[in-house]
């Protein structure tokens, strides 16, 4: 660089090696978070393979800048060494492209109408100050998620809490008629996605009508015989993660189950008018809640 | 504890899916830097303004990025020479007119039958918005000039030329390949460091509102449906190609919300803002901020009215 390197050289030094090994870091947590598929948590699957090129990534160009580092502070050397001599031309341009691409953490602009005559240093036409305190907050920002890995959080999906916020407005269907309600026979197994869009096709709606079917999710409580069953969906992150819901009414009292419990219900699909609205929800008349353990998929569709 | 767990699971969440698409943007930037010639950009690009910020507002359909890459993208081809009004519109409508985010608008609305309004309209709103406030920079551009830009997006002085050639010859491979990382990082660090930061506010903002508080407020008052749209999209930073599924399963709102929600959101949220302040200064940040947010709202509204005027509902098909 076009300026004094005497006693400023050890803290770009220093302030390059920090951020070759922040960034090494986190390539590396990168990496590792996604052999040892702590993803699933965070993200939806086509989202893994991504993260695991970025870590690559990442490192790849580390060591590249590890290298040309060295090489830097090899020729810094050469170059202190013949710093009385006249600063020709060559010397100029060598320090352009250094200027290009060696000021990080500092704003300025790459300047090259500035002097290279060793002597003019003017740092305000670079903007840039040597100031390790603001490096250091911003690697410090960058060591944050490094951080969390070491302490291995997140470790879970969504506390039952969350779960119950998402589904705080749940509007009761009020009461369901079960005379000839279907209560044995082979019950098909449906998807959530495929029950709520059905609701909106009056064909498929009644293609589905009646049928005696089965599914599984967590409960959420709506009434004393009613409560809603849930799993979530998660499109791209955790952030985004909506719950797909189908309401179960049953006949006998919910008292023994808790909510956020995983269950498996068999009974009768209907599509049913929400009241003070013209749409419909699926909704299974229940004939058999039982409570399971959570199944290996887990949360997620 | 439990929020705290729920808190650091949302900004993980965050943090994760665009970090791979923040170290894509980084190594194209230095792969630009070291090889865009200066001067290819102004020879290609038209020299009238509106071709060339159609041009740009149309570049995401053969450059596809995700929108926090494409800040970091933007950076250096702004150094390079690109203009600045042909910058934002690219930069604006990249994230909503590329083959990935019309397709998965497209898949999110389609079991609901209105797949294709949604796609058209916020193409339509996409395109309308970024070319206007390309237009409205420009303007902005010709009275403040290159102060409108954080140093490191100053575009070089052209006269140059000759050098950039001498060194060229005289580079090697790991030359190259040096130069390329020492760039990459440079922008890797500047950005991830928004990008953390921005990640924390929207998990925070998470934690007091919920998608479905939005839904209901928004049913208790219709009049603010899109302005309470826009916000949660603001709040939210969700990626372009996963918001369409999140607009999706707010069934109860209006086109015209949903819309807001989609055609802001890739242009302007915490994160983007955040990442905004390492390219532009904040006369610029405020210029595109306000243009943004108030052609939305007014596009949308625009949207709303024609849909009430014709007698659309503006919903998922009901009972048929």
Redesign the interface.
């Known amino acids: 660089m076009a300026h004094d390197h005497d006693h400023q050289g050890s803290e770009y030094y220093i302030e390059q090696l920090f951020t070759i090994l922040v960034c090494g870091a986190l390539g590396v947590v990168a990496i590792r978070m996604y052999q040892t598929d702590k993803l699933s948590l965070v993200l939806a699957p086509p989202f893994h393979v991504p993260v695991l090129i970025g870590g690559i990534a990442i490192l790849a160009l580390v060591a590249l800048r590890a290298i040309a580092l060295w090489r830097e502070s090899g020729r810094e050397m050469a170059h202190h060494h013949d710093h009385a001599h006249d600063h020709s031309h060559d010397h100029a341009h060598d320090h352009d492209h250094d200027h290009g691409h060696e000021d990080h953490s500092h704003d300025h602009s790459h300047d090259h109408a500035h002097s290279h005559g060793h002597k003019d240093h003017s740092h305000e036409d670079h903007g840039h100050s040597h100031d390790l305190s603001w490096t250091f907050v911003r690697l410090l920002i960058l060591i944050f998620p490094v951080a969390l890995y070491m302490l291995g959080v997140p470790n879970a999906g969504y506390s039952s809490d969350h779960l119950k916020k998402l589904l705080a407005n749940e509007v009761t269907i009020g009461t369901v008629d079960f005379s000839n309600v279907k209560t044995s026979g082979a019950a098909t197994e449906v998807r959530f996605n495929d029950l709520n869009d059905a609701a909106y096709d009056p064909a498929k709606r009644e293609s589905f009508q009646g049928t005696f079917v089965e599914l599984t999710g967590r409960m959420h409580k709506v009434g004393d015989k009613e409560f809603t069953l849930f799993k979530l969906k998660m499109t791209c992150c955790a952030a985004d993660t909506v719950p797909l819901k189908v309401r179960i009414v049953t006949q006998q009292s919910l008292n023994s189950f808790k909510d956020s419990e995983w269950v498996h219900v068999k009974g009768q699909l209907e599509f049913l008018e929400v009241p003070g609205t013209s749409r419909y929800i699926p909704v299974i008349k229940a004939t058999q809640v039982e409570g399971i353990t959570a199944p290996p998929g887990g949360d997620y569709e | 504890m439990?929020?705290i767990?729920?808190f650091?699971?949302?900004f993980?969440?965050?943090?994760?899916?665009a970090?791979?698409?923040i170290?894509?943007g980084?190594?194209i930037a230095g792969i630009l830097?070291e090889f865009l010639p200066q001067s290819l950009i102004t020879r290609i690009l038209p020299k009238q303004v509106l071709p060339a910020v159609v041009i740009g507002a149309l570049l995401g359909l053969i450059f596809p990025m995700c929108e926090c890459g494409i800040v970091v993208v933007m950076r250096r081809l702004l150094?390079k020479g690109l203009p600045l009004s042909c910058c934002i519109a690219y930069m604006l409508a990249g994230p909503i007119i590329n083959l990935v985010v019309i397709f998965s608008t497209y898949v999110a609305f389609k079991?609901?039958?209105i797949a294709d309004q949604m796609v058209a309209l916020r193409v339509g709103l996409g395109f309308i918005v970024a070319v206007t406030t390309a237009l409205v920079v420009h303007v902005q551009y010709r009275k403040y000039g290159n102060a409108l830009l954080?140093?490191?997006a100053?575009p070089?002085?052209v006269d140059?030329g000759p050098?950039e050639h001498?060194?060229k010859k005289r580079?090697s491979l790991?030359?190259r390949?040096?130069?390329?990382?020492?760039?990459?990082?440079?922008d890797?660090?500047?950005i991830?460091?928004f990008l953390?930061?921005g990640a924390v506010l929207?998990?925070l903002a998470?934690t007091q509102i919920?998608?479905?508080d939005v839904?209901?407020f928004s049913a208790e008052q219709p009049f603010l449906a899109i302005p309470a749209m826009m916000g949660l999209a603001f709040l939210?930073?969700?990626?372009s190609?996963?918001?369409a599924?999140?607009a999706a399963?707010f069934?109860?709102m209006h086109v015209s919300a949903k819309l807001a929600f989609l055609v802001l959101g890739p242009m302007l949220d915490i994160k983007l803002l955040l990442m905004y302040t390492s390219v532009f200064r904040p006369r610029l940040i405020l210029t595109i901020t306000t243009t943004v947010t108030i052609s939305v709202l007014l596009l949308c509204l625009g949207v709303h009215l024609l849909y009430q005027g014709n007698g659309w509902s503006g919903l998922?098909?009901?009972?048929?």
Do not use: Q, Y
């Open positions: 439990k929020e767990l729920d650091i699971l949302t993980s969440s965050i943090l994760w899916e970090l791979p698409f170290i894509l980084a190594i830097e150094r079991s609901h039958g954080t140093p490191l100053v070089k002085d140059h050098d001498e060194d580079k790991l030359d390949l040096g130069n390329i990382s020492s760039t990459a990082i440079h890797f660090v500047d991830a460091v953390i930061l929207a998990a998470k919920t998608p479905d839904e209901r939210m930073c969700l990626c190609e996963a918001d599924f999140v399963s069934t109860s998922p098909p009901l009972v048929r």
